[in-house]
């Protein structure tokens, strides 16, 4: 059953980010979309044990031919040297300029198979039929696509915009507890930068909502859309506003590269990120620490990590190659007050060490 929508529309770009119940529907979609040749679905082989038969009968529906490609999971399977094989394995299977890419599972098949289509044949059309909260209220809207190289994560990529976003939340319902945690983090995140009613809002989040039916999560995966679509529609490129979109990001990615993408998830890693720019907001803008004690009581009440405890020369170095690095000085997205970020923020080496040892002596009991 179709739930809601949102659209995304900039230049001669349009497409919209619906809300379904489930995949009943998607049918109907891929048949609106004007002269498919062949559906590709790029999935991951756990989520085509539980969803597979689903996906299967609304695509026998759609009366389009379709091929399946099952990649391994896990972000260090997103990575530049598994390319290859898929290219050759669709000029195999004749896959021509009218085909469509439908990437269906998390953010890590979302951004491997929307590479896939930016850079076959210079451009497929492709949709995102994300199959986890991350997925819903982050990567698959916005049309930022790439692959992982050995010295970083996203580190070659495109902009390839989708022609739909179809969010069968049922899915939802399958989830591990921590897959609830890596897309809450970005929730919040995005609560931070809107901040007023959303922020206020998701002080209401608890272990009881991790479940696709709660009004709360509903409400959250509606206001990041739009929130993410309002930010996207001013900015495709990544040139300006739309920076802000990499709060908590600078230090989560050092984290995830340090550790070898083995210990957190990508939303673990952010939301201690989270912490870090937070507290440089504090100290830059002097931003009101109300805000971090309301973020802390938030992940208490879903056990979100919020500290590491790597060494920061380390972090420093990792994060000397994050794409908004320039000239060797990182930069950080920070926030001047809840609902006003500031991107382009440079800090100083010495700056940041000092900052981060002092976040890993942080105890939430200091908090809350």
Known sequence: MYISQERVHFGSV??????????????????AIAAISKVVVFTEKKIANIYGNELKQELEK????YSFIILKGGERNKHIDRLKAIYNQLIDENVDRKSLVLAFGGGVVGDFAGYVAASYLRGVRFIQVPTTLLACVDSSVGGKVAVNVDRGKNMVGAFHQPSLVYAPL?????????????????????SLLQGGEFFAKIQNFTKNDFQ?????????????VK?????????????GIRSVLNLGHTLGHAIESFTHYKKYSHGEAVAIGLVTALLLSQQVYALQPEILKSVFSIYQAIDMPYKEEIAAEE???????????????????????????TWNNEMQDEVLQKLIEKHWELEVKDYT
């Not at 759609?62 to 031919?65: G, N, P, R």
């Open 315 to 341: 972090l420093i170095m990792h994060m000397k190659h994050d794409k908004k690095t320039q000239n060797a000085v990182i930069r950080f997205v920070l926030l001047q007050e809840l609902g006003k970020p």
């Open 62 to 65: 759609s009366k389009l031919a």
């Open 212 to 224: 696709a039916k709660s009004e709360l999560v509903e409400y959250s995966i509606r206001e990041s």
């Open 170 to 190: 049922n899915t939802l319902e399958t989830l591990p507890r921590r897959e609830w945690r890596c897309g809450l983090a970005e929730v919040i995140k995005h």
């Open 227 to 239: 929130f993410k679509a309002s930010i996207v529609e001013q900015d495709e490129k990544e040139s």
């Open 14 to 31: 349009d497409y919209s980010v619906k809300l379904y119940e489930s995949l009943t529907g998607l049918a109907e979609e891929l048949q």
